[in-house]
């Protein structure tokens, strides 16, 4: 990988509508793919370090319900729900993002949460009570500029005007909340139907 | 070979057993019914703090037995009066158990008057002993022998309706003589009576609280739906004490977080509610179950007080800032548990539990464990330091689990100037405003410690720096000259 490729996701965060651009029409998709990943792996690190070695006055979790195992799922599964959500909208919406387009385009979004993150998780162990304001303050500061991001990703990669685009977000927040709900259903469903089995073949084992 | 090990097996046990039961202090044993919340809402083993020595009860007294008592108060001398509903009278015990006296009756100018299931009894500095009589409608006032000083009957006021009947449930007075009374159907608060007698006010009512989805029904019914529907009053309280200062600590069966009141004479609630979780007795309890029924309150000195839920029969004690020391007490048939606890009394490191259907008094008395705690607590509110550390680290050393101690031990380090040990009790803790306040003073002190190294660096990395922009800037300007001749 050479230094273009590391400095892309940080000239993207800065310049998006040119980044995006660039990220669709001009640039390697394979490469791109790799970036992506690399991105997700980066935010999932962040997240469990933060929760490990964050400084105390930010930071207080319990440690018998503390698991890094699940902090993959708890970035990998929204991001796979908002781009299964996002994709099943826009084919039918006249949009012009393949699946592969959209889920690059929401990870290079995911770009400042890490930016921004990683270093306070070190930094905020040198501040006090009061000086945790900053520490919040630069976390909504990445929220937003990633939900911007994510915004202009969305509008670049379907070729939409920005009023769609705000009418496809919500619409995909709403499909995520039907696909968990399938999700469940099926997994509940399973559930039964194995405790159904299991319970026939205990049936036949003890009569025999 | 094997039955030799055996018998030497047990002839150690013997032998430990006969020299372990010559210790006198009362020892903590493994106790499932003792527990603390921790930071987490989890309940956590802890060593008991009180255990339970003897009962006593009418027989054992060698008097009639008690019928449904109602109430009990421990005069600053440590007699104890306790309030013999059922049988109408009064019986004052001495402090090691022995009946003192029984008072049925007093006289009014001459004549001889009786009780009526008196159902609350409270005694003052001077041994003047207040009974809330309840069938007979008054308040009576005696004297250290039982001798008439006065009776509040029901007061006359343009605060009260003309169907109010003055039925007096529980008593408190405090060190200025003013008469506080919980009296049966009264939803705005304590009865206030003057040093005379005379009802001056309301004190301290409980605040109306409405269910959202019972007001949107009541926005919707029509006026003679909502008439035949439950008013919103507030609820009245279950039991009252006072303390040395005179605030008035209250109880009630709100289901929110101030159940504990502390009334100041104003009647606003002023109890520091800074511990881990607002003082409401159980934390956890499965929605069948409910919420701890706080119907007793016994304030000791040193803002220490404690609570008596009827439902699970557990008494649980506070500090002044409002964490939970200790938990002890049940419901049930062994020693050291009740049937029907309906009042606690706490004095020095004593616990009186009245049992009203078993009429039966359960004493309790601190272990090692719970003087220590009481001690390191009542040292710390006393602003000694020192010997609170010293306390909380015995305490700590009893049970590691018990977080609100690590901050005791912090705020003493901090005014040791022991910063970074300071920092480490408070994580401990869990208490980030004093972690804060550590951490700021320590990081001052490390700066100022260090300030020649860091300014130093600072202004050596700066000159390094310039020095190679400057350099550079000049060797391009000399190269530009070089490649224009």
Known sequence: MNSDNIKYPFHLTTHPFQGFWDLKYERNTRINLTISFFILFSLIVTNVLSNQYAGFIVNIYNPEEMNSLMEIVYVLIPV?????????????????????????????????????????IWLSNFISMQEAMFYYLSQSFAVIWFIFLIFVGNMTVHQYT???????????????????????????????????????????VFRY | MYPIKKRYITLLTVIILAFGTGIPVVKASVDQRSYNYSYWADAVPAPPAYQAVRIIDGERLGIEPLSEPNDFHVSPNRYIYVADTGNNRIIILDETFDVVDVIETFFIEGSKETFSSPQGIFVNDEQHVFIADTGNNRVVHLDANFDLIKIVEQPESELLSDQFTFRPLKVAVDYAGRLFVMADGVFDGFMEFSVDGYFTTFIGANRV??????????????????????????????????????????????????????????????????????????????????????????????????????????????????????????????LGEFHTPIAIERYDDYFLVLDRELGEITIFTATLYGQTLNEAVRS?????????????????????????????????????????????????????????????????????????????????TVSVITIIVVYRKIAKRKRRVLVEQ
């Open chain 1, 80 to 120: 796979l729900f908002w781009c299964t959500a996002n994709w099943s909208l826009t084919t039918l919406m006249d949009g012009e993002g393949k699946f592969v387009e959209i889920f690059i385009a929401t990870c290079f979004a995911l770009v400042p949460l890490v930016m921004i993150n990683f270093p306070w």
């Open chain 2, 209 to 334: 609280r409405v269910d959202p989805i019972e007001y949107l029904w009541k926005r919707f019914a029509t006026r003679e739906q909502r008439s035949q529907m439950v008013n919103y009053v507030p609820t009245e309280f279950t039991n009252l004490d006072v303390n040395e200062q005179g605030f008035l600590y209250a109880t009630n069966v709100d289901n929110s977080d101030d159940v504990i009141k502390k009334i100041n004479a104003r009647g606003d609630d002023i109890l520091r509610r800074e511990g881990y979780f607002s003082p409401i007795g159980d934390v956890r309890y499965t929605q069948t179950d409910g919420s701890s029924r706080l119907i007793d309150i016994s304030v000791a000195d040193y803002e220490i007080y404690s609570v008596l839920d009827s439902r699970r029969g557990r008494i649980f004690t506070y500090n002044g800032d409002g964490h939970l020391m200790y938990v002890f007490g049940g419901i049930g048939n062994r």
């Open chain 2, 380 to 460: 710390y509110e006393q602003g000694d330091e020192e010997l609170a550390h010293q306390l909380f680290e015995e305490v700590v050393n009893m049970n590691v689990n018990l977080e609100f101690a690590y901050t005791g031990i912090g705020k003493s380090l901090l005014q040791q100037d022991q910063y970074e040990q300071a920092m480490h009790n408070f994580e401990q803790s869990l208490d980030q405003n004093n972690y804060s306040k550590a951490y700021l003073l320590y990081r001052n002190r490390l700066l100022r410690d260090h300030f020649n190294v860091i300014m130093s660096t600072i202004l050596g």
């Open chain 1, 162 to 204: 920005p009023s769609k685009t705000i009418g496809t977000i919500v619409l995909t927040i709403i499909a995520m909340g039907f696909i968990a709900f399938l999700c469940l259903l099926f997994f509940s469903l399973i559930q039964q139907i194995i405790a159904f089995f299991s319970v026939i073949y205990q049936e036949i």
